[in-house]
Nanobody, 116 residues
Framework: QVQLVESGGGLVQPGGSLRLSCATSRNIVSLRLMGWYRQAPGNERESVATITTGGSTNYADSVKGRFTISRDNAKNTVYLQMDSLKPEDTAVYYC??????????WGQGTQVTVSS
């Protein structure tokens, strides 16, 4: 079992920045993959950014060049730096961890609202 605790969401104006954090209860190095997903009202949950144990990253086309995923192994934490935020980035953001046995675990989600 892996517990994930997200933080850092909130209300920000268009063009602003936020940094999301996801703290894991397990040694992050033992997890195959970590990622951030989001779900806006009426939409399906979609992948935003992922990072593997080896440090390889992948981003949705809609966030490339604006969002950066990173990890701090010493703190067992994954971050999502979000810059140049747009109203269409408004959603609940979820952290996900995938174990070495390919079991997926989700955090409780954190709301991000981009509005003037």
């Amino acid at each position: 079992q892996v517990q994930l605790v997200e933080s850092g969401g909130g209300l920000v104006q268009p063009g602003g920045s936020l940094r999301l954090s996801c703290a894991t209860s397990r040694n992050i190095v033992s997890l195959r993959l970590m990622g951030w997903y989001r779900q806006a009202p009426g939409n399906e949950r979609e992948s935003v950014a992922t990072i593997t144990t080896g440090g390889s990253t992948n981003y949705a086309d809609s966030v490339k060049g604006r969002f950066t995923i990173s990890r701090d192994n010493a703190k067992n934490t994954v971050y999502l730096q979000m810059d140049s935020l747009k109203p269409e980035d408004t959603a609940v953001y979820y952290c996900k961890a995938v174990s070495s046995s390919w079991t997926g675990y989700w955090g409780q989600g954190t709301q991000v609202t981009v509005s003037s």
